[in-house]
């Protein structure tokens, strides 16, 4: 058996690890859409202010990063093979249609707020200091439609995450596999 750098033996079993880097996106990713999901629900009916100003920029500039990081995070996916799940066929199947969904809606959410922006005529500055080109012309009707569309795609991504996390969570706890394991920062 041969291993790679960051795989351990756990009990009798090597436990076959992703990669430091995406190890490092998934949790980066995670993270920022965990920061974005809440703060996009406390800022959307604030009273316009400075404040509410600056938390949609923030707001903004935690999107466009999860568009970026997950583009990189699907490059490293193409060039580097996961490990092998030892599951089911059944929850393999599941695993990939969720993952393949996570991914769709971790570009879609950000790319269908970029569009809302530019249709309701906000200029997207990265960071404060790199101006997006605007995707869409000014389009007031086409601004609400995206509106809708990006709370929709973030619902859907959120009950999606909840089942990711709930089956991973599954499996540690109660096959006590090394699903988990293989995506833990750790160890």
């Known amino acids: 058996m041969t291993t790679e750098p960051g795989d351990w ?22 993270f920022l859409i965990f920061c974005a999901f809440p703060l996009g629900l406390y800022m959307h ?12 920029s923030y707001h903004k500039w935690i999107g466009i990063t999860v568009l970026a990081l997950v583009l990189l995070r699907v490059l490293w996916r193409i060039t580097h ?15 990939r249609i969720v993952h393949g969904l996570l991914y769709l809606l971790m570009l879609a959410v950000p790319l269908s707020g970029w569009l809302m922006s530019s249709a309701k005529g906000v200029k997207t500055v990265w960071l404060g200091i790199l101006p997006l080109p605007d995707l869409v012309e000014k389009n007031k009707a086409l601004g609400e439609l995206l ?15 909840v089942l990711h996390i709930a089956a991973a969570l599954k499996h540690h706890l109660v ?5 988990l394991l293989r995506m833990l920062p750790m160890k």
């Open 81 to 95: 093979k996961p490990p092998a799940l030892h599951i089911a066929r059944w929850q393999e199947t599941a695993s």
């Open 45 to 56: 009916d604030l009273k316009l202010s400075p404040t509410k100003l600056h938390l949609y």
């Open 147 to 161: 509106s809708n569309v990006h709370t929709a795609l973030n619902y859907t991504m959120l009950l999606l995450v």
């Open 9 to 30: 033996l756990e009990g009798n079993a090597m436990i076959k690890r992703y990669t430091k880097i995406a190890i490092g996106l998934h949790w980066a990713i995670a």
């Open 175 to 179: 096959d006590r596999d090394d699903v």
